[in-house]
């Protein structure tokens, strides 16, 4: 069984948590909602400030602490919010919202535009500095993972996008022939 799944889930005030037919927990906070799905046999118990997860069989336990984890993750971002911070290195290089649009010049011959989905906030400070905010941590994970993918940096300059505690592994260039 797992030690993680044993724990219990802790609400932070203004955190409310329902169990629906479906067997989902349904996650309310101040301006976000969010669903984690019960897997297999796992039960809920909630109480006034804490969510406990019942498993009894090893078997179905599989995925005990993985929903315990999907849980605190709802848990904390619909009260705190979870947050990715991306640097853009490169001459010339720069970010700018428009809209609903990430758009992003990062040395192509045409700018690059990044649609910002449902349930994400994206803020770009000093033009080098994107900053991605949402409730669901996957969901924001996904988003920086995308825009880091249009130009990963790379080891020779460091040139290209990168996660703000991200650190890249510098190459020697070409060495001089004799």
């Known amino acids: ?7 219990p889930v802790y609400l932070q005030k203004g955190v409310q948590v329902t169990l629906t037919p ?48 999907l849980l605190q993750n709802a848990v904390t971002g619909v009260s705190k919010g979870w947050t990715k911070e991306l640097e853009l290195n490169g001459v010339g290089y720069r970010a700018n919202v428009a809209g609903k649009k990430l758009e992003l010049s990062l040395g192509f011959s045409h700018p ?24 669901d941590r996957a969901k924001v994970g996904q988003v920086a993972a995308q825009i880091r993918n249009y130009r990963p940096p790379e080891p020779y300059l460091a040139k290209g996008i990168k996660y703000s505690d991200e650190r890249i592994r510098r190459k020697a260039g070409k060495a001089a022939g004799k």
């Open 22 to 69: 479906a067997q989902e927990l349904q996650v309310k906070g101040a301006k976000h909602a969010l669903i984690v799905p019960l897997m297999n046999k796992i039960k809920a118990q909630i109480e006034e400030s804490k969510v406990t997860l019942v498993c009894d069989n090893v078997e179905d336990g599989k995925y005990y602490g993985l929903t315990r984890a």
């Open 112 to 135: 690059v535009s990044f649609e910002i989905p449902e349930g994400i906030e994206i803020k770009v400070d000093k033009q080098t500095k994107i900053i991605i905010t949402g409730a």
């Open 1 to 7: 069984m797992s030690r993680v799944g044993k724990s």
